[in-house]
Structure formats: structure tokens, C-alpha cells
């Protein structure tokens, strides 16, 4: 399922809510300046991770060399900047 939120609040609730969803964590644990490492996934969870962002908003995120995020925060912009410009005003 694709979905386009409307706003860039909007996308942020949505990344922050399909991390909950994947981790089985709360939702209001997961926020912008959280580090990954204090979610418990591993290199396979992360991965699963981008290939399910990829499917839920239409995007390609692994055309690039390396991904770096480190927070919930950084991946919200970094899944922004691959939303068509459409989406990413």
C-alpha cells in the first residue's frame, strides 16, 4: 500500500508511525531526535525497515552509495527527500 501524506508533519507521523508498527514499540517513543540504537533492530531489521518505507510511500531509498541516518529524525529527511517534489513542499 502507497500513501502520500499531505504535509511534511504529516510524513513525519507516518515514518515515525511505521517504525512503531515494524519495532512494536509505542508510537510516542518513537520521535525525531530518538537514535536507532535505542530501537532494537539489528542490520536485517534496518534493512526490512527501508524496503517497507520504500513500498509504503512510493520511494526508492537505496540507489544511493550508503545511508546514513543515526535518529528517527534523520530518516524522516532523508525518506523526504526521495518523495516526488510534488509531495515534498
Not at 47 to 61: M, P
Amino acid at each position: 500500500m502507497t500513501i502520500a501524506p499531505a504535509s511534511p508533519t504529516e510524513f513525519g507521523a507516518a515514518v515515525c508511525a511505521l517504525i512503531a508498527e515494524h519495532t512494536n514499540l509505542p508510537v510516542d517513543f518513537i520521535t525525531p531526535d530518538r537514535a536507532f540504537d535505542d530501537l532494537p533492530l539489528d542490520s536485517l531489521g534496518m534493512l526490512e525497515l527501508i524496503l517497507l518505507a520504500e513500498a509504503t510511500f512510493g520511494i526508492v531509498a537505496l540507489d544511493d552509495d550508503g545511508i546514513e541516518v543515526h535518529t528517527v529524525g534523520d530518516a524522516i529527511t532523508f525518506l523526504a527527500s526521495k518523495l516526488p517534489v510534488a509531495q515534498n513542499d
